[in-house]
């Protein structure tokens, strides 16, 4: 009964909010519709405890084979290496514009074991000229890993 009492409740003041925000016209069409749409959805929430005790609980949820999860779905890794450089092109625009650092380029590792999010484990920073050390401990403190600055091969830690 609460939930039947909270779902009439959620129709009646979103229906409400809508048709308030609603654009008026000459009319007024479009209001009578969404009073039309609302009522249509108050009868159906008001009916469904009916429907139930006859046996035919509607389904309105989708199954779950609907969406892949993160493990099944191919192209994971290749989003996630795609979310990674991104990020590395926008730290290496962010240590060159507000770090100072010339040509910098970072190489971050990833942590491959859970598709579901990036993960940092990692990563080098080079750049031309002096090791970019203030920098790479910078990055070290926002990505929240090690960070390492590297110059012609040489990782400085």
């Known amino acids: 009964?609460?939930?039947?009492?909270?779902?009439?409740?959620?129709?009646?003041?979103?229906?409400?909010?809508?048709?308030?925000?609603?654009?008026?016209?000459?009319?007024?069409?479009?209001?009578?519709?969404?009073?039309?749409?609302?009522?249509?959805?108050?009868c159906a929430v008001l009916f469904s405890p009916l429907l139930s005790v006859f046996g035919r609980t509607p389904s309105l949820t989708l199954p779950d084979t609907a969406f892949p999860t993160p493990a099944e779905d191919a192209a994971a890794p290749a989003i996630l290496a795609l979310a990674a450089d991104t990020l590395c092109r926008e730290l290496e625009r962010y240590t060159a514009e507000s770090l100072g650092v010339s040509r910098p380029s970072l190489v971050l590792t990833l942590d491959d074991s859970d598709l579901t999010a990036v993960r940092i484990t990692g990563g080098t920073l080079t750049a031309d000229g002096d090791p970019p050390e203030a920098a790479a401990a910078v990055l070290s403190e926002l990505l929240g890993c090690p960070i390492l600055a590297a110059r012609g091969g040489e990782v400085t830690p």
Request: aromatic fraction near 2%; hydrophobic fraction near 50%; glycine fraction near 10%.
């Open 1 to 42: 009964m609460k939930s039947l009492l909270l779902s009439v409740m959620t129709v009646s003041l979103c229906g409400g909010a809508v048709g308030l925000l609603a654009p008026e016209d000459r009319d007024g069409s479009l209001k009578k519709q969404i009073r039309f749409v609302t009522a249509l959805i108050l």
